[in-house]
């Protein structure tokens, strides 16, 4: 109204743009404006209502073109994904056999020279330190390489996974965690390793935002058919810039990610999404972040 008065407007008709789904909430309108006290000829009614229309549908096919792209997107990552977790499969079968074989070389050697080597104390401690790092190896490629094996959507216990993510994680003492709504949830349609994981990197993310101090608060409940479990911390928050591009793949890492492979955000999306659920961001620096975790209900569990 304020705008219209600004620009002299006193007459005006307007169409609104049904949606082919719902013709009772339009999305958008056309309008047409006169400066001057007119009454609009049928004419003007019809030609307005055939632009509308035309309008209409090219919203219309411009949001069927955008869920097709994400659609097509999501398919090409999740296909990208499974080549990956075969490859990643095979090379931890590989790793397994070659370095299971120097463990039991070790071993027979420790067997066959036990005089030799209780003279030799240093090459005792040698030998007991290969067969430890090849062990302590083996976890790391294990827990690596674990988010990108191949997954299948079952009915999975979302408090299990939020402790057992809670335990990997190893907060400081000076992280007070409050639970609220977790044990009530029903079974969600997920990965239970993955899910563990998308929790993990969740909580993990929110101890670096507080600086390992602060209270970090992870509260479930279930509306219609999916159930919702927000991470919420006390950090800094997230500028609004940064929001847009936070669930990016991006090369950029902490050091003490550099140790491990790591996705960080966009793997969470990428898997949430995965099965068939989404992950949403609240945030204001200064106010800390809320991440939302959403995933469909496990049925006739």
């Avoid at 027979?108 to 067969?131: C, F, G, V, W």
């Avoid at 988010?147 to 335990?167: E, G, N």
């Avoid at 058919?225 to 929001?243: E, L, T």
Wanted: charged content about 20%; aromatic content about 6%; glycine content about 6%.
């Amino acid at each position: 109204p304020n705008s219209a008065h600004e620009k002299g407007w006193v007459s005006a008709i307007v169409v609104p743009l049904l949606a082919a789904e719902d013709e009772l909430h339009p999305v958008e309108s056309f309008s047409l404006y006169a400066t001057e006290l007119r009454d609009f000829s049928d004419w003007d009614k019809k030609m307005l209502s055939f632009l509308a229309n035309h309008a209409a549908v090219a919203i219309r096919d411009a949001e069927q073109l955008r869920q097709l792209k994400q659609a097509q997107e999501r398919q090409a990552t999740a296909e990208t994904i499974a080549a990956v977790g075969d490859m990643a499969a095979n090379l931890i079968h590989q790793l397994n056999n070659k370095l299971g074989a120097i463990s039991v070389r070790v071993q027979a050697i420790e067997d066959k020279n036990t005089d030799i080597l209780m003279a030799q104390p240093y090459l005792a401690r040698n030998l007991h330190a290969i067969s430890s790092d090849i062990r302590e190896a083996m976890a790391i490629v294990r827990e690596s390489m674990a988010p990108l094996q191949p997954s299948f959507a079952q009915p999975v216990t979302v408090a299990r996974c939020i402790k057992q993510a809670l335990d990997r994680a190893n907060l400081s003492a000076e992280i007070r965690v409050f639970l609220e709504g977790i044990d009530r949830l029903p079974k969600v349609l997920a990965g239970e390793k993955q899910l563990e994981m998308v929790f993990y990197n969740l909580v993990d993310n929110a101890s670096k935002a507080m600086c390992g101090s602060g209270q970090l608060k992870i509260i479930g409940f279930q509306t219609d058919m999916m159930v919702a479990v927000s991470v919420i911390d006390a950090g800094s928050g997230i500028p609004a810039p940064q929001q847009a591009r936070i669930f990016e793949l991006t090369a950029a890492g902490t050091e003490e990610q550099a140790a491990s492979l790591s996705f960080g955000l966009w793997w969470v999306k990428t898997f949430v999404e995965r099965f068939g659920g989404r992950v949403e961001l609240e945030s204001k620096v200064g106010q800390g972040s809320k991440f939302t975790v959403w995933l469909p209900v496990a049925k006739n569990v």
